[in-house]
Nanobody
Framework: QVQPVESGGGLVQAGGSLRLSCVTSERTFGNYATAWFRQAPGKEREFVAGISWGGGITTYADSVKGRFTISRDNAKNTVYLHMNRLKPEDTAVYYC????????????????WGQGTQVTVSS
């Protein structure tokens, strides 16, 4: 199975940076498009960024464009989310999702979800 495990969350001051990692144990991870979502307290889960199975196509929510970068290393079965210029409104639990297919489609159900990692940005 493709069971994502996230790491890299923590507490950071506004303007700082973090790198989240999502590791899976599935050798065929390269067949899955992946994405990062987040859920803040009292809010619905929202799409943050997605990447195609080969890494050539990326998409971002408008709120993170220019600040966050998604990337993947299929040899390591790992997807990353590089977060720069963090804002207090970025505070949320961040989840990794895997979707079988070449390109991630945000409004289509994902096949696998991780347990999430907390990101807290202080002002």
């Amino acid at each position: 199975q493709v069971q994502p495990v996230e790491s890299g969350g923590g507490l950071v001051q506004a303007g700082g940076s973090l790198r989240l990692s999502c590791v899976t144990s599935e050798r065929t991870f390269g067949n899955y498009a992946t994405a990062w979502f987040r859920q803040a307290p009292g809010k619905e889960r929202e799409f943050v960024a997605g990447i195609s199975w080969g890494g050539g196509i990326t998409t971002y929510a408008d709120s993170v464009k220019g600040r966050f970068t998604i990337s993947r290393d299929n040899a390591k079965n790992t997807v990353y989310l590089h977060m720069n210029r963090l804002k207090p409104e970025d505070t949320a639990v961040y989840y990794c999702a895997a979707q079988y297919g070449s390109q991630f489609i945000p409004n289509t159900p994902s096949d696998y979800w991780g347990q999430g990692t907390q990101v807290t940005v202080s002002s």
